[in-house]
């Protein structure tokens, strides 16, 4: 996790904003389900195993795999959130050279072969990707962001927002 997504993950627990529990089977299957998903699974499987596989063999079992790794390498999201009764995926970046990509990404919708397709399919109502900056080399400002991101969050659930910016 980088600094841009540990000033976010401490803005979300300073605003009381649940994230979204799963389990790392459940992610697994529902991703095999898609040629993106299957796609994303054969990306992810030579880091997975070279991170959390047997020294000796390089074998691993997806159960053991935490979820929040499973939903950052194979469904592009940082953080799974419950705003509102809302279900937001998060996706943190803190180049801003990446936002078109990675709105584009998350927004594909392309027949069974999108990303939104498999965040739909795990309970997603929407998703953001926000840019996450952290001036100079000081200490991230989080009170004063909480109703920022609270305002960034309600233009999401409307649909008028895909890509939001925060400066912590």
């Known amino acids: 996790m980088n600094s841009s997504e540990l000033a976010f993950k401490h803005l ?3 605003a009381k904003i649940p994230s979204l529990n799963f389990n790392s089977k459940t992610l697994i299957q529902t991703a095999k389900q898609f040629k993106i998903g299957r796609q994303r699974i054969a990306t992810a499987t030579p880091y997975i195993a070279a ?10 079992n997806w159960d053991n795999i935490p979820a929040p790794i499973i939903l ?11 705003f ?3 279900h937001i995926a998060i996706d943190v970046t803190s180049n801003p050279n990446t936002l078109d990509d ?3 990404k998350l927004n594909n919708v392309e027949a069974n072969s999108g990303l939104k397709h498999l965040l739909d399919a795990i309970g997603i109502d929407h998703s953001v990707v926000c ?13 004063p962001n909480i109703q920022t991101l609270t305002q960034l969050l ?3 659930i409307k649909g008028s927002l895909q890509v939001g910016e925060l400066a912590l």
Do not use: C, Y
Request: glycine share 8%; net charge positive; proline share 4%.
């Open 154 to 156: 309600r233009q999401v």
């Open 72 to 82: 950052d390498l194979i469904f592009a999201t940082d953080f799974a959130i419950n």
């Open 131 to 143: 840019l996450v900056k952290i001036p100079g080399s000081r200490k991230p400002k989080i009170q």
């Open 102 to 104: 990675k709105q584009a």
């Open 12 to 14: 979300l627990k300073s």
């Open 51 to 60: 991170e959390f596989g047997d020294r000796a063999t390089g074998q691993f």
């Open 84 to 86: 509102r009764g809302w």
